[in-house]
């Protein structure tokens, strides 16, 4: 409504620990229906945000305006449960009334979670997050405020989420990491930067055009101010007596120059390349393995696969699969029922596994890279040291000198993979890396493994992350099968759709004349014949405009700009005709 007051304003916000200031006088608001996404690096200060936000942190100065009676679901990412509490007990206080408990039974079973008698205590942390999850959902809010929400879920869970938030009119304000939900979910994006904040009115993809312009733009005013500066201090040395009441503007613009002169953007770094790698033609052989928990429980069965130099593979699946538990028989963690693995000679693991950072929370960061390694040879005479492979992957120097407690969540992880990453090894392991890695890292890693001249598998629920590294999928569909399927994860998905399809158009025309036969059917409406004849229409343009950009895509002729919005727009035509071929089956099934 017109003049309505925001759900959420935030006036001249500033939070500080210590001297260290993580935002000075940041605002914005959230308006009802605005699902907003916001990001950062790691230890800039996003989580402690959403606590301040929910009550649970306090801040420096500023204000913080709810709307009147508002309600408020928040996702934090370590919550905590009474141990002895079931899972149905865990997520909402329903009074045995029915229909909340049919609801709750529903939200739990798309995350997963089905024995809902189970005792929180007994389960894993990912599993606590989900519940934790569903409880949010399930409370129905007003406004949610949630971080990193798609962490512990698989790829149908994630794709289930983005389905939620697309329906009815939902405000969300949200940390994730997880760049597809943020292009599907989010119409606006909040950068937390430098102590500010930025405001960028569209998804993902919008926000990376823009941001780009925005740092360009920053660097050309501070070149400017840099040559004017030169200018006023050679000013300021040669003429201290000229200072006087008339020069004393000068002198107070001199020192506003000064503070743009001396901003600094933080320049990435050029690709880093370790050429000094070796890995033989003789990777490993999964030779014909078997592995399972309980006869009901069986995760391969004579798995059969040769592993080829410097191949990139994804891992995907539903959670419980076996996933994880390949890559551990891999390593050696785990036994094999049967069958062996045939591993190379020259093979160095390097394995990032989901529990395994553990660190000495008394070192300074950069002792605990130095007690590693206090260089990586990078071929051809060229050495990296220990500090510079840090900065490479955004840790400040002033950071380096921090002790490891004192860092966030994401920094740790960070920490973790650059541990794994400086023991050089020649093939990575990787078991959902991106969990709380900030965008920038997954920006500079995913460069990392593109250039990597080793070999790689990676179990991730990152979509985005896997299409940028991977050559092919292994898909574990659970019962022991697992598909081997040649292209990255967007392509899986959309040939899981055609498949789909196919098979749904081919299980309508088996079942129509069984249908005519044994079904009185009704007369088509005059409303029904009109939307028929405007579906055949509208499937005929759109399958017009889908071929026209297949062949423009395809002959090799369009500028940059023109073939991005024609690759974003070729996927809207697919699902979009799939949603009018459906209901024009369905219509087809009534005589007209």
């Given amino acids: 409504m017109a003049g309505q007051l925001p759900y959420l304003d935030i006036q001249n ?279 399972s928990w309980s006869p009901d429980k069986v995760i391969l069965k004579d798995f059969y696969y040769n592993f080829a130099r410097f191949e990139k593979m994804g891992i995907v699946g539903n959670n419980g699969t076996g996933k994880t538990t390949f890559l551990k028989l891999l390593l050696g963690q785990e036994k094999l029922d049967s069958g062996r693995f045939d591993i190379g000679s020259t093979v160095r693991f390097g394995y990032f596994s989901q529990e395994g950072m553990v660190f000495d929370e008394q070192k300074k960061v950069l002792d605990v890279i130095t007690d590693i390694a206090d260089y990586i040879d990078m071929g051809g005479g060229k050495h990296l040291s220990a500090s510079q492979f840090l900065q490479h992957f955004l840790f400040t120097p002033e950071q380096q000198h921090n002790y490891v407690y004192k860092l966030s969540g994401g920094e740790k992880r960070k920490l973790y993979l650059c541990t794994v990453l400086m023991k050089n090894p020649n093939f990575l392991v990787l078991d959902e890396p991106t969990n709380d890695l900030d965008i920038q890292t997954l920006q500079i890693f995913e460069e990392y493994l593109a250039d990597f001249p080793g070999c790689v598998i990676i179990v991730s629920h990152d979509r985005y992350f896997m299409d940028k590294v991977v050559d092919h999928l292994l898909v574990f569909k659970g019962n022991g099968v697992v598909n081997d399927f040649p292209g990255n994860y967007t392509q899986y998905r959309e040939w899981c759709s055609l498949k789909s399809r196919d098979e749904e158009t081919a299980a309508k025309k088996d079942s129509r004349p069984r249908e005519k036969r044994h079904q009185e059917r009704r007369k088509m409406s005059y409303k029904e014949k009109m939307e028929f004849a405007q579906l055949e229409k509208e499937i005929a343009e759109l399958e017009k405009e889908q071929k026209e950009i297949e062949e423009q895509l395809c002959s090799g002729k369009l500028p940059v700009d023109e073939l991005t919005e024609k690759s974003k727009r070729l996927p809207l035509i697919k699902e979009e005709l799939d949603l009018k071929e459906m209901r024009w089956l369905e219509l087809s099934e009534i005589e007209s």
């Fill in 13 to 291: 916000l500033t939070k500080s620990f210590g001297a260290h200031v993580l935002f000075q006088d940041i605002s914005f608001s959230v308006a009802e229906g605005q699902k907003i996404g916001l990001v950062a690096k790691n230890g800039t200060g996003k989580s402690t945000l959403l606590s301040i936000l929910t009550g649970r942190e306090g801040y420096d100065s500023g204000n913080i305006i709810f709307r009147r009676e508002l309600k408020i679901g928040y996702l934090e990412q370590s919550p905590k449960f009474d141990p002895d509490d079931t899972v149905l007990d865990a997520c909402f206080n329903h009074k045995g009334d029915e229909a909340k408990i049919l609801r709750a039974k529903q939200i739990l079973t798309q995350l997963k979670i089905d024995d809902l008698d189970k005792k929180m205590g007994t389960l894993s942390g990912g599993q606590q997050r989900r519940v934790a999850l569903a409880n949010v959902l399930l409370t129905d809010p007003d406004m949610f405020i949630l971080d990193e929400p798609t962490n512990h879920l698989d790829l149908d869970m994630i794709e289930w989420l983005e389905g939620f938030f697309a329906r009815g009119n939902k405000t969300l304000l949200m940390v994730t990491h997880d760049r597809f939900f943020l292009d599907k979910v989010c119409s606006v994006i909040l950068e937390l930067d430098d102590k500010k904040i930025y405001t960028y009115r569209g998804n993902y993809s919008y926000y990376l055009e823009k941001r780009q312009e925005r740092i360009d733009n920053t660097r050309a005013e501070i070149a400017r101010a840099n040559n004017l500066y030169r200018k006023e201090l050679d000013w300021m040395r040669r003429m201290p007596q000229a200072r006087g009441h008339k020069a004393r503007y000068r002198e107070d613009a001199f020192y506003e120059l000064e503070k743009v002169a001396k901003q600094r953007i933080e320049d990435r770094q050029v690709r880093l390349k370790v050429r000094n790698v070796y890995i033989g033609s003789k990777i490993f052989e999964c030779q014909y393995i078997s592995k």
